[in-house]
């Protein structure tokens, strides 16, 4: 398709290699440690343009994420995805949706 000229993969950390980049980015896709995406999404406001698209995958995290499930295993990725979706929901400079696709509460 071409597309070799136009994207660039790294490898690596993100949490370590973001910090590095000082471009600005169209779109910014965050599927990662759950634990981490209030990282990645200030890095991705950080390195955002206006009309900057972020998408961040399955941020209700199996439905626990709305509900009083807290197993000790999940407690910190639900917490800090709580975290991602206030922010996100908070901040006057994005337009922000959650779309329940494929992602249901298995835990009521």
Excluded: C
Excluded at 2 to 31: C, H, R, W
Excluded at 96 to 106: A, C, F, K, V, Y
């Amino acid at each position: 398709m071409g597309l070799d000229k136009k994207i660039n993969i790294i490898f690596g950390d993100a949490v370590e290699i973001l910090p590095s980049l000082n471009q600005t980015y169209d779109m910014f896709f965050i599927d990662a440690a759950k634990g981490k995406y209030p990282i990645f999404l200030n890095e991705a406001l950080r390195m955002s343009k206006k009309g900057s698209i972020i998408v961040a995958d399955n941020i209700l995290y199996k439905g626990y994420v709305m509900s009083d499930y807290n197993k000790h295993k999940q407690r910190t990725a639900v917490r800090n995805l709580r975290e991602y979706i206030q922010k996100a929901l908070d901040n006057p400079k994005l337009e922000s949706q959650i779309l329940e696709i494929g992602d249901r509460n298995l835990h009521k």
